[in-house]
């Protein structure tokens, strides 16, 4: 059976930009691609390219997977598990820094960035990340590997270290090909509606997380920047603030913007963004209360398990073909 696998890092908390920008969209794909075996896993191997404490890294690895699970994702169709629960992500990443150059990692535009930002205690972690990452894709032999934008230059060196591998080692894996989300909607920053809504914004009022509260939701709704003319209106370049609030109202239930214009024609933004508070929250209530009762259940543990069973089984076979054609140890049987 062909394959699809994609990870997501346990940082930051996933807020309503992510779930209806790219989320939603991704666990559509479980029913729309019924020829395909999923595995999505948490990468907290690659959180740790930048120190995490302890606790924070576990509580924010099982939060992800309740999320996952709360947000839609089906177990029983997909294999969810924990990236360093399968020990064939790492050994599978020495294997591919032998076959991978120190100038093409060099060229690396997030890796770029983020020393930039960070002049000291940049570590080797965070400049091989990359090819942990092909690592988790090429251990699969995934044919589709849905990405965010950010990480096509990942998925192409991933691409070109399969196929230099290929050369080598006769054809052992299966070149992937990144399935860029049809993003859904872009939803943009409360508080700086020209900017995305983003996880790492330090504003906390920027944004609505997936497990805020309802006073919270209504609360960031209400002070969520427009502008004065006070009408409910559709206008992005213009009028981005009361624009992004009517995407959110339209992607979560459906109405077109000349709808919500026609509803709220006449009124201001207290009834629109009163609504809209109510709409949010109704739509997060059921994700948390499936978030809740799953984060700490055994229920999680067995779909955590059953994932990293089937992982293992694929992932362990493969590092060790790839030991063998290499040459390491002693010849196989
Ligand atoms: N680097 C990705 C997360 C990630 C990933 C992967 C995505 C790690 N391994 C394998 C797809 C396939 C990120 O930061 N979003």
Redesign the pocket.
């Known amino acids: 059976m062909k394959r699809i696998?994609?990870?997501?890092?346990p940082t930051g908390s996933l807020n309503i930009g992510t779930y209806l920008g790219s989320l939603k969209n991704f666990v559509k794909l479980q029913d729309k691609m019924p020829d395909y075996e999923f595995f999505i896993f948490i990468?907290d191997l690659?959180a740790i390219t930048i120190y995490k404490d302890k606790q924070e890294l576990r509580d924010k690895t099982k939060e992800l997977a309740a999320l996952y699970v709360a947000c839609g994702l089906n177990p029983e169709r997909v294999n969810l598990f924990i990236q360093s629960e399968i020990p064939a992500h790492s050994q599978m990443a020495y294997l591919l820094q032998c076959n991978s150059y120190v100038g093409e990692l060099e060229r690396m535009i997030q890796y770029k960035e983020k020393s930039k930002k960070q002049e000291t205690g940049i570590t080797v972690g965070l400049f091989t990340y990359p090819t942990?990452?092909a690592s988790?894709?090429l251990l699969y032999d995934a044919e589709f590997?849905p990405?965010?934008k950010?990480?096509k230059q990942?998925l192409e060196l991933a691409r070109d270290i399969a196929v230099r591998a290929n050369n080598r080692y006769n054809n052992i894996f299966t070149i992937p090909n990144p399935l860029i989300a049809e993003v859904g909607a872009k939803i943009n920053s409360l508080t700086d509606p020209t900017s995305k809504m983003d996880k790492s914004d330090d504003n906390d009022k920027s944004r609505i997380n997936l497990l805020d509260s309802e006073n919270i939701i209504r609360k960031r709704i209400k002070s969520a920047v427009t502008d004065s003319l006070g009408t409910v209106k559709y206008d992005p370049e213009k009028r981005p603030g009361v624009s992004n609030l009517m995407t959110i109202y339209n992607v979560i239930t459906n109405t077109s913007f000349t709808d919500i214009e026609e509803k709220y024609d006449g009124m201001g933004y207290k009834e629109f963004k009163e609504d809209l508070g109510e709409i949010v929250f109704q739509e997060l209530k059921p994700i948390q209360e499936r978030y809740y009762k799953l984060v700490n259940s055994k229920e999680l543990d067995d779909i955590l398990d059953k994932g990293r069973e089937r992982a293992n089984q694929v992932a362990s076979k493969k590092v060790f073909k790839f030991n063998d054609r290499i040459g390491l140890g002693r010849k196989r049987k």
């Not at 696998?5 to 890092?9: F, T």
């Open positions: 696998l994609s990870g997501i890092k990468a690659h942990l990452m988790d894709i590997v990405v965010g950010d990480q990942h």
